[in-house]
T-cell receptor, first 110, second 115 residues
């Protein structure tokens, strides 16, 4: 029973365009959400986060949107760059744990 | 700081053998986590420690898995006996107490292959 779902295994985007990665969750008790980025042969690294009391958080080219009523969050990358090609994990904080999704592979074509 | 260090980076072993994965967290971090990544299930939390004490091991799949943290700078994850379905990438992560569930620092992972 996956509480955090990333339904798109992969996404391909042209350089300079917007990348939108989506994440759905089922547990309404989650109070904090994070995105991690992972390059091959490396561990995931923290990218951006959002508290459940907010609906948007922005950091440079990265913006995370939270829709609590829909239990949905998304990560927008504008403009996308080839160096953004990686696996992106959505994570949610519930109790004393982070619950991760399965990840989405983003490929940015130059 | 060197970040979270894991060893070995790759491990290939035969079914039935004992496997030991090692982790050195970032100095000063109070929390240490072990995760497993598979294609099917993504990143799963296996166990985490606070001040060297196991707090939650509900993610440990079976009794074949065990983890220890004898001191603040070292932890092991042991699988005995190993099975092919244990093949995955195992990550160790650490965090300070004020960022523990907001931001974790991951090591590079150990890719385990059990034949």
């Amino acid at each position: 029973d996956q509480q955090v779902k990333q339904n798109s295994p992969s996404l391909s985007v042209q350089e300079g365009r917007i990348s939108i990665l989506n994440c759905d969750y089922t547990n309404s008790m989650f109070d904090y959400f994070l995105w991690y980025k992972k390059y091959p042969a490396e561990g995931p690294t923290f990218l951006i986060s959002i508290s459940s009391i907010k609906d948007k958080n922005e950091d440079g080219r990265f913006t995370v949107f939270l829709n609590k009523s829909a239990k949905h969050l998304s990560l927008h990358i504008v403009p996308s760059q080839p160096g953004d090609s990686a696996v992106y994990f959505c994570a949610a904080r519930g109790g004393n744990k982070l619950v991760f999704g399965a990840g989405t592979i983003l490929r940015v074509k130059s | 700081d060197a970040g979270v260090i894991q060893s070995p980076r790759h491990e290939v072993t035969e079914m039935g053998q004992e496997v030991t994965l090692r982790c050195k967290p970032i100095s000063g971090h109070d929390y240490l986590f072990w995760y497993r990544q598979t294609m099917m299930r993504g990143l799963e939390l296996l166990i985490y420690f606070n001040n060297n004490v196991p707090i939650d091991d509900s993610g440990m799949p079976e009794d074949r898995f065990s983890a220890k943290m004898p001191n603040a700078s070292f932890s092991t994850l042991k699988i005995q006996p190993s099975e092919p379905r244990d093949s995955a990438v195992y990550f160790c992560a650490s965090s300070s107490k004020d960022r523990v569930f907001n931001e974790q620092y991951f090591g590079p992972g150990t890719r385990l292959t059990v034949t």
